[in-house]
């Protein structure tokens, strides 16, 4: 017999080996596994009644002697918002908060140019909420808010036809960009956090660990998350924020439109374009006399 420990609160449900059942009782936290010469497949099933909270070890089993192949696997619910991970080296990790590092790197280079009335702050919040999107929806609002402050330092342009063709230019790319800050608010409000989570085929839902050689108690995993309704909460704060910054901005944006007016008129020299008719070909009309 093979004897191990299983955690303090389990309670054991089923043993079986090589896929059947066997009549084993649990003794305190002791269970007593009948063993032949030879490999075996042994699958204990126990239950341990806690309520999840902010911090969830998985159960620490005394195996009785040095394993391999280790693994852990932990299936998050769907109303929890999973914030930091440790466990074996070989499994999940948080992306999250490297990207906050960037963002903030970001933020401090973008105000630091004064293209934009965006302070540092306005920056990294604005970053912040953008990352529960795809990169191709967050670069297109940084654009066009760097793309409005050129044509603030620009000026006004000779060229009527220069002029009105980045007026369309800028003006698509404000359309573009409130669509997906629209689309980022609400994936914010309704979807599920997107913390980058990624490691050992590990995603938000499904978190899994390895480690290729253990001890008699393996390494426990440690999941420390947070109720969703807290995440749609500070979702809910981005978005009013949002909603009030986004107000000044677009009057900023709507100055910088039209300073040197919305639209100019292009001017055609029809004579000239007579004159060159009527010295090439003999039929033309005579040019046009003012």
Known sequence: ?????????????????DGK?????????????PVRPGAQTVALTWREAHQLGWQFDTPSVDLGLTSVNHAISVQMPRDRWS?????????????????????GLLALGLSRTKLTPLSMLQWALLGVGLTQVPLSGAVPVVLWLLALGLR?????????????????VLVFLSL?????????VGQGLLGHPSMQITGN??????????????????????????????Y?????????????????????????LSRDGLWRKLAINLRGWHSRRGSGDADAPPPTKD
């Open 83 to 103: 914030l930091f991970l440790t466990g074996p080296v070989l499994g999940p990790a948080v992306l999250f908060w490297s990207m906050l590092l960037v963002i």
């Open 1 to 17: 017999q093979h004897r191990l420990l299983l955690p303090p609160a389990a309670e054991l449900r089923s043993v079986t080996i």
């Open 21 to 33: 059942t066997q009549p084993v009782r649990q003794s305190g936290r002791e269970v007593a596994i």
């Open 152 to 168: 603030e330092r620009l000026g006004a342009l000779e060229s009527p036809f220069n002029h009105n063709l980045l007026q369309i």
């Open 232 to 256: 749609r909460a500070a979702m809910l704060a981005w978005a009013l924020w949002l909603a009030f910054a986004l107000l000044n901005w677009l009057k900023w944006g709507w100055s910088v």
């Open 176 to 184: 573009v960009s409130l669509r997906l800050l629209f689309d980022a």
């Open 201 to 230: 085929d590990s995603s938000a839902f499904q978190l899994n660990w390895y480690q290729d050689r253990a001890a008699e108690v393996p390494e426990q995993a440690t999941v420390i998350s947070a109720p969703l309704w807290l």
